[in-house]
């Protein structure tokens, strides 16, 4: 109903929304593909891509998906090209980059390994990460979790899920300092949905994707790169941890880590932007 107003007003020539693969995304594309054809809509995929947003209907999908996808790097541009047959994809990059990221910060291989925890701000995958991280310390004293909440966490439901208000182990902290330098101390970042990881890769930061049993994948990679570790259990992930935590090992993949993110938002490119929303 809102999007017919909205559309028997205005009657605009093209309708840019984020592409991330959400059911009123869908909806608003059988309306404007089924209604409104002489509009144009445009999808950006402006963060990691989600599994939801490579989804393939059979029946409806011409109808569902956006005449153009913008991507942010050649990454999702090759991803899409894969599965998404009914719309233009165009690799336009990301407006917020402007430099190529390189290592800035030195290894830190001090006595105690520091992981930067990063949890979404979904409840059930708050308490699920952290909940992971909680067992961990406790088991192993020389990992250190530095767990940055996602603004939206409602911490009175994080505190009756998992009954944090015991006291915590020493080696795990609930920081109050911001994320660049969380992550420069950091040598690993454990997470599943978040998009921060990225914000860790950028930073030189080894990702550990916590997988869960008989689930779809959240994380940005299926296992395809030698620096993006996966962990189901507080034992595997010590014995990754304790495999990886060295020079050879880390220098290397940081590096590989950085070329990932480089690779998956380049420079935005303003002139193909401009043919796109002049045509």
């Known amino acids: 109903y809102q999007f017919n107003l909205i559309f028997n007003k205005f009657n605009p020539k093209n309708i840019f929304f984020t592409y991330e693969g ?3 995304e869908k909806a608003l594309c059988i309306l404007i593909n ?27 999908e011409k109808e569902m998906e956006p005449n153009i996808i913008l991507t942010t790097g ?11 047959k009914f719309s233009q994809i165009i690799n336009i990059g990301k407006p917020e980059k402007k430099e190529i990221y390189k290592i800035k910060n030195k ?15 979904i409840d059930e995958e708050c308490y699920r ?29 994080l505190h009756k899920a998992i009954d944090i208000k015991k006291k915590l182990p020493k080696n795990i902290i609930f920081s109050s300092s911001n994320l660049e330098n969380d992550l420069k ?21 080894i990702p550990i994707y916590l997988k869960i049993n008989d689930e779809i994948n959240i994380g940005i990679s299926n296992n395809k790169y030698e620096w993006h570790l996966n962990a189901n259990t507080p034992d595997e ?12 090992y880390l220098k290397k993949n940081r590096d590989d880590v950085m070329k990932f993110y480089n690779k998956y938002f380049e420079n ?4 193909k932007f401009k043919k796109i929303v002049t045509k």
């Not at 830190?108 to 701000?121: A, S």
């Not at 992971?132 to 250190?144: E, G, P, V």
């Not at 014995?239 to 050879?248: A, R």
């Open 22 to 24: 959400y059911s009123w």
């Open 34 to 60: 089924s209604k409104y054809k002489n509009t144009q809509t445009i999808g950006f995929q402006h963060t990691k891509i989600y599994s939801k947003t490579l989804f393939k209907n059979k029946i409806f």
């Open 74 to 84: 050649k990454f999702s541009s090759d991803a899409f090209s894969e599965t998404k």
């Open 107 to 121: 290894i830190n291989l001090d006595k105690n390994i520091r992981i930067c925890v990063l949890p979404e701000g």
């Open 129 to 157: 990460l952290i909940s992971f991280a909680l067992k961990c310390a406790k088991k192993y004293k020389d990992l250190i979790f530095v767990c940055r909440f996602h603004p939206l966490t409602n911490f009175s439901k």
């Open 185 to 205: 101390k950091s040598n690993y970042a454990l997470y599943r949905g978040s998009a921060s990881i990225f914000t860790a890769m950028k930073n030189g930061v």
């Open 237 to 248: 992930l010590y014995k990754k941890i304790v495999n990886t935590f060295n020079n050879n």
């Open 268 to 271: 935005f490119n303003y002139t």
